[in-house]
């Protein structure tokens, strides 16, 4: 198959890299994208296309693997550009964001969410897939270190599951950090550390490696963040722990631009924001 792949970021690479392993020619669209997106896609071997005709002439399917924010307006685009065929959105939105972009993208449809690093070894990442297009979609990534794993016929079941599990995950880090943040605005960090070493083995070491892990990335897990309230709102359950942890990450945003971020960059972002 020709499949279009919106955009090659750092974990969108690795799945174009199992489609190509699987056997389909991937073309990107290189319009408004960075260096650093161009660089991977170049490095991957997928074609670039400059223009939205060159992008969706011939074109058999379409993966978008982008920002949870952006992820409705993209299929927005792809409607209006007049492409209806299969479209796999394997975005961390909710399941009402889900069947949004369902709605825009038409009958073939099917949902995504994506759990584990970018796929460069197989065993770590897989790519869940849900709606009454799933098997067949799953049956794209024969080959590659990335997993495709069908999980049923309703159009929102894999996004559920990704809401599921980065709510513990990402929810668990930014709680993390508020505290490592919060120990040190009121000056007992060498007594928390202490105590964290006597009953929570661990936890010191935990929390720097989050820092380091998220500081990067926490501009995009606010949407994922915003995203994973809604879920559990939509379900008569308490959505504000999330929209907290959306704030955390959103004051962590800016370490996107340092480089090399650690956990004293990240406390001084929690506790002073960029002032
Ligand atoms: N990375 C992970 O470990 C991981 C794990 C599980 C799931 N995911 C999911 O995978 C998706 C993307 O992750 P990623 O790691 O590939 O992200 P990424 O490295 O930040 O890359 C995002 C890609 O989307 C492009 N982009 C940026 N802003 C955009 C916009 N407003 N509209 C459309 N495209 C835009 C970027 O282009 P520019 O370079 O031009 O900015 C880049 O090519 C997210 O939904 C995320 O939740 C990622």
């Not at 699987?22 to 650093?36: E, P």
């Not at 809401?163 to 605005?185: F, H, I, P, Q």
Request: aromatic share 8%; with cysteine.
């Amino acid at each position: 198959m020709n499949v279009a792949l919106l955009h090659p970021g750092d974990m969108g690479v690795t799945v174009g890299e199992t489609l190509k392993a699987s056997g389909h020619s991937v073309r990107w669209f290189s319009r408004d994208r960075s260096a650093d997106t161009r660089i991977r896609a170049e490095s991957a071997g997928f074609s670039g296309c400059e223009t939205p005709a060159e992008l969706f002439s011939g074109l058999d399917a379409l993966v978008s693997v982008c920002p949870p924010g952006a992820a409705l307006e993209q299929a927005r685009w792809v409607r209006n550009s007049g492409y209806s065929g299969p479209y796999l959105d394997a975005n961390a939105v909710s399941p009402a964001t889900a069947r949004a972009i369902s709605e825009v993208a038409g009958p073939q449809f099917v949902d995504g969410g994506i759990i584990g690093p970018p796929a460069r070894q197989p065993g770590t990442t897989r790519l869940y897939l849900s709606g009454p297009a799933a098997e067949q979609a799953a049956a794209w990534f024969s080959a590659g270190p990335l997993e495709a794993i069908a999980v049923g016929a309703d159009p929102a079941s894999a996004s559920a599951l990704k809401m599921c599990y980065a709510a513990y995950t990402k929810g668990l880090s930014a709680l993390l950090l508020n505290v490592r943040a919060l120990a040190e605005a009121e000056s007992v960090t060498p007594a928390l550390l202490e105590e964290w070493s006597l009953s929570q083995a661990g936890l010191a070491q935990r929390s720097e490696l989050t820092a380091r892990g998220t500081a990067g990335k926490a501009w995009r897990f606010v949407d994922e963040m915003l995203e994973i309230a809604a879920t559990f709102e939509a379900c008569g359950l308490p959505g504000g722990f999330h929209r907290s942890a959306a704030d955390v990450y959103q004051r962590m945003a800016p370490l996107k631009a340092v480089a090399d971020p650690n956990l004293d960059d990240v406390l001084q972002y929690l506790l002073n924001g960029d002032r």
